[in-house]
């Protein structure tokens, strides 16, 4: 079996996604987070032989799943690069203004969570990386053996919303001074043993895991950049479609998408001259954020904290 095809992941809120960008046949489409392309495949269906989509991905195996499927659909193309940066992709192309949906369907993938070389589990032991693309940038092996306990606490805390994160880096300095983590097993352990209050059917371990995976890859910070990329270069009429999967990134779609919804100027200081334009609101929220039916919950897991949003750009 081939590295891409070993483990699956089954996508959330395929139909629901897909219909929320209301695919026009001859559109340009951006998938932000490509993944092993189930959103996708769903957009190139409903394309037309002139429509075009754009897949984004850090991970290396995402990629050559996208490759492959450029192989086979020449109106698809993939690249190795974070969604924080389409809006320099889509320049180079002369897509600017011009692109009729981007979706981001945030977080990391099943295989990524279920090969246990990857990193990113606590429940299967492996190295310490948790790096959406291993060859870039530094592993959680490499920042916990530098990061000083505050800055550890910090990510804990700000990212994981572990009550007991100052316990818990104190735990990690402290063993780290002895030996260095290497193992995510041997991670959650030391984090087990400091959490003092274990939430019921939740590893004690999880929230200072999220935490570190936010932090690795930048999470939020390339949500951020990566929706003022895409108000850039939607067209006027054109959807943005974003699933969260825990609060904080659902509060930041949630916030960027009212801030444009109400018109950018309220965010200005009183005094500075402000054309009327300002006060437009650039986005139009279409619709309540959709959450999966429970029947998909039941059929997977994963989609039980899922949270989709759906806006459309007005200028
Ligand atoms: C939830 S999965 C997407 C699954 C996909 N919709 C599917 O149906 O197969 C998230 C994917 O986005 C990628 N990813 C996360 N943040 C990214 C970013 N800032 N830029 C590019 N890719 C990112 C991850 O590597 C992962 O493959």
């Known amino acids: 079996m081939s590295a891409t095809s070993q483990y699956r992941h089954v996508t959330v809120l395929l139909e629901e996604a897909v219909e929320a960008l209301a695919v026009r046949a001859d559109g340009c489409y951006l998938d932000g987070t490509f993944g092993r392309g189930g959103h996708s495949?769903?957009?190139?269906?409903?394309?037309?032989?002139?429509?075009?989509?754009?897949?984004?991905?850090?991970?290396?195996?995402?990629?050559?799943?996208?490759?492959?499927?450029?192989a086979e659909d020449g109106r698809f193309v993939v690249v190795q690069r974070s969604f924080a940066e389409l809006?320099?992709?889509?320049?180079?192309?002369?897509?600017?203004?011009?692109?009729?949906?981007?979706?981001?369907?945030?977080?990391?993938?099943s295989p990524q969570l279920d090969d246990a070389e990857r990193g990113f589990s606590f429940l299967n032991d492996g190295p310490l990386d948790m790096r959406m693309n291993?060859?870039?940038?530094?592993?959680?092996?490499?920042?916990l053996a530098t990061a000083s306990e505050e800055e550890i606490a910090r990510v804990f805390k700000d990212y994981g919303e572990e009550r007991f994160a100052k316990r818990m880096a104190r735990a990690v300095v402290q063993r780290r001074a002895e030996r260095p983590f290497e193992r995510t097993a041997d991670l959650a352990e030391v984090l087990k043993q400091a959490n003092p209050a274990w939430e019921k059917n939740k590893h004690p371990a999880?929230?200072?895991?999220?935490?570190?995976?936010?932090?690795?890859?930048?999470?939020l910070g390339d949500l951020e950049r990566g929706l003022d990329a895409a108000l850039e270069v939607l067209a006027v009429g054109?959807?943005?479609?974003?699933?969260?999967?825990?609060?904080?990134?659902?509060r930041i779609v949630k916030q960027f998408m009212r801030r444009h919804?109400?018109?950018?100027?309220?965010?200005?200081?009183?005094?500075?001259?402000?054309?009327?334009?300002?006060?437009e609101p650039r986005l139009k929220l279409l619709g309540k954020p959709?959450?999966?039916?429970?029947?998909?919950?039941?059929a997977n897991p994963r989609a039980r904290s899922a949270v989709m949003r759906v806006a459309e750009k007005l200028r």
């Not at 320049?91 to 993938?109: E, I």
């Not at 291993?134 to 920042?143: I, T, Y």
């Not at 959709?290 to 039941?298: D, F, G, K």
């Open 290 to 298: 959709q959450y999966a039916s429970e029947e998909e919950v039941r």
């Open 261 to 279: 919804a109400k018109g950018e100027a309220d965010n200005l200081p009183r005094h500075l001259p402000v054309q009327a334009k300002a006060f």
């Open 41 to 70: 495949r769903l957009i190139l269906e409903r394309l037309g032989p002139d429509g075009r989509l754009i897949g984004f991905d850090k991970d290396p195996l995402a990629i050559t799943t996208g490759q492959e499927l450029a």
């Open 238 to 250: 054109g959807r943005l479609v974003v699933i969260s999967f825990h609060s904080l990134e659902d």
């Open 206 to 219: 999880t929230r200072a895991f999220q935490g570190l995976r936010i932090h690795i890859n930048n999470e």
């Open 87 to 109: 809006a320099e992709e889509v320049a180079v192309r002369g897509l600017t203004g011009r692109v009729a949906g981007v979706l981001l369907d945030l977080g990391v993938s």
């Open 134 to 143: 291993p060859n870039v940038g530094v592993s959680a092996a490499e920042w």
